[in-house]
């Protein structure tokens, strides 16, 4: 029966059917919250704010966040996938929403009240619009769990190797000198001398923090017979570069910025994964998990992959107004899903035919640099939307900033170039024994991360062991941290998997405005969130609050004119039949009236005074 109020099904209907992922949980949570007769009153908070609560209900043999999957059936019904009108498919899946809980809950017919005030019940367009408000400010995810706390004690257990490794390595990085270097660069200009311009440019682009060194190599190509020809060769490269940072820099005074990661999480993002949040931002400046050998990482940039990246993570932004058709992130990630989820639109998962635009993927697996998502939003300008990017078992990304803007970023010189460039050799040589020295100094600086930010050390760092880590390092040093890498990257692999769950979590709370005649592009005056303010008790919500939490709480109070009676109500029509109310759903006007309205509401009290408890009923 419960299930059925629900609407519950494994799939979402309409033409093509598609799954809903994980969505059992959340029958699971119902069967057993049923069997072990959980207060009635526990029952209604965990189906509206389950993600909430301090307390979870944990199942004692599978470890599953059974409050946390109650929240599942918001998400549950019928969903098209691919509506031409994006607003009316959000305004019909609230509609459907409100329906769902008002009847279950209420015994009322809240939704008729979309286009105007209910014409019998004492039911106003505000109360429709204030739940609408709720609705529209809980949005659906894929809750990631880690039932048993597994994967926790796993992490645990890496840290505890990966500090002395992380020791290990920056010993490493500080021991280098001027001659290991010296000896990095010859070898390396000769490599580059003999490769083709085309493979040339893959290895020393533009951005690249290294691309001053294409100096020497046209040295050592031309011979000390051109020497004079230094001062106009610094010049012209010293020009490019510039010209690159100014056009950069129009572009960045143009764009809007959306998020900046340098001092953690900002306000208003949420970052989703198994175990606690700060494993994500937490660690060393070392990276495991790219390559063969460790590598330096920036600082200031939230990664997920700081203990591996056999994980689920998602990070969410806050609601913003779509002003602009490109989303341009400075970051580096592999088969990260990048989404602009537009009016809460939840199906671009499934299909791709009209909504394909805001699902894409991004690989930048190697140098930091400026991605933009590649979909074309001008069809959403004026819409709402938030920003997610996604990532499996296998991927992972790091992300320094957010900015939207009208068109994509052009390329930017790297800030480590730029400054090398600032400086005034006289001659090759002059330029060599610069360059030998900044990247030692690099290579100090990277293990101190807070003096390093400023010019992106680790990044030239990354570029000098990438290219040639043996003639770097020397063979028995590079040969020791390969070992320490595959050791991190054995471990990552042993990681547990996680748990997901349809469910809920709090969005940017806004309030809904009045919908003309129903019209979603028609708009009245904004209506604050919640339901029935006037006739049951009622805490305005706080201002983040999308006011689920008020909501439940509103619900189960015992001087509550509607809860208890209604599922009374529904308890006895379950049992014999027929309720003393023959109409279960609707328990207003046009409803029936009851049979026994004292034996109704005695039994409404004696619920309460019971606990709530259904089996005592």
């Known amino acids: 029966h419960w299930l059925d109020l629900m ?11 598609y799954p809903i992922r994980h969505i059992w949980h959340y029958r699971d949570s119902v069967v057993d919250a049923l069997n072990q007769d959980i207060p009635y009153r526990q029952m209604i908070i965990e189906h509206l704010v389950g993600d909430l609560v301090e307390s979870p209900r944990i199942h004692p043999l599978t470890g599953i966040d059974h409050s946390l999957a109650s929240t599942g059936w918001w998400w549950l019904g019928d969903s098209v996938h691919a509506p031409v009108d994006i607003k009316s498919d959000l305004a019909t899946r609230i509609e459907n929403q409100v329906d ?11 939704a008729c009240a979309r286009c105007h005030d209910h014409k019998f019940d004492a039911i106003s367009l505000s109360d429709y619009y204030g739940m609408v408000g ?10 990631i769990t880690d039932p048993h706390g597994w994967i926790a004690q796993h992490r645990r257990s890496m840290q505890q190797e990966m500090v002395p490794a992380n020791q290990s390595v920056n010993h490493a990085w500080q021991s280098l000198g001027s001659e290991d270097v010296s000896r990095w660069i010859d070898f390396q200009l000769s490599q580059w001398r003999s490769m083709a311009d085309k493979e040339l440019q893959e290895q020393l682009p533009p951005e690249s923090p290294l691309y001053p060194l294409r100096l020497l190599i046209q040295q050592q190509s031309a011979g000390v017979d051109f020497q004079p020809q230094f001062a106009d060769q610094w010049r012209g490269l010293s020009n490019k570069l510039s010209e690159m940072e100014q056009a950069f820099l129009d572009w960045q005074a143009h764009s809007q910025p959306l998020a900046d990661f340098h001092s953690g999480l900002p306000e208003g993002w949420t970052l989703e994964t198994a175990g606690p949040e700060n494993w994500l931002n937490q660690g060393s400046n070392v990276e495991w998990f790219d390559e063969a050998m460790p590598l330096p990482e920036r600082a200031g940039v939230l990664r997920s992959g700081v203990w591996g990246r056999k994980q689920y993570v998602t990070l969410r932004s806050p609601d913003f107004k779509v002003t602009e058709t490109h989303v ?5 990630g592999k088969s990260t899903q990048s989404v602009v989820c537009v009016d809460n639109y939840f199906m671009g998962e499934f299909h791709g035919l009209l909504f394909g635009d805001l699902r894409k993927p991004i690989d930048q697996p190697h140098d930091w640099g400026w991605v933009t998502h590649a979909g074309d939003l001008r069809k959403y300008i004026g819409h709402n939307a938030f920003l997610s990017l996604e990532v499996e078992p296998g991927a992972w990304f790091e992300i320094s900033q957010v900015r939207i803007a009208d068109r994509a970023p052009p390329a930017q010189p790297h800030p480590w170039a730029m400054a090398l460039m600032r400086s005034e050799p006289t001659d090759y040589s002059a330029f060599r024994d610069l360059a030998i020295k900044r990247l030692q100094q690099s290579l100090q600086f990277v293990c101190h991360p807070q003096t390093a930010d400023l010019l992106h050390q680790a990044d030239v760092v990354r570029s000098l062991i990438r290219l040639n880590p043996q003639m770097l390092l020397g063979d028995e040093t590079a040969d020791g941290l390969k070992r320490l890498a595959q050791r991190m990257q054995q471990l990552d692999q042993q990681q547990p998997a ?6 809920a979590s709090e969005g940017t709370a806004r309030d809904a405005a009045v919908n003309l005649r129903g019209n979603p592009n028609r708009l009245g005056d904004v209506v604050p969130r919640g339901l029935f303010q006037s006739q049951a008790p009622w805490q305005a919500p706080a201002e983040r609050s999308s006011g689920r939490w008020e909501l439940a709480q509103s619900l189960v109070d015992p001087k509550h004119p509607l809860v208890s009676r209604v599922i009374v109500n ?24 009851p049979t026994h309205p004292e034996l109704l509401d005695w039994l409404a009290d004696q619920l309460i005074q019971n606990d709530w408890s259904i089996k005592w009923l």
Request: glycine fraction near 8%.
């Open 570 to 593: 529904r308890i006895w029509h379950h049992l014999l039949g027929r309720g003393l109310v023959a109409s279960p759903d609707n328990l207003g006007v046009l409803g029936s009236r």
């Open 328 to 332: 341009c992130f400075e970051m580096r």
């Open 100 to 110: 769902v809980f008002s009847k279950s809950f209420l015994g009322m017919t809240v």
């Open 498 to 503: 996680a748990t997901l769950l349809t469910a």
């Open 134 to 143: 709720i609705a529209q400010s809980t949005r659906r995810r894929y809750a």
């Open 7 to 17: 609407r519950y099904a494994e799939t979402l209907g309409h033409e093509f059917d």
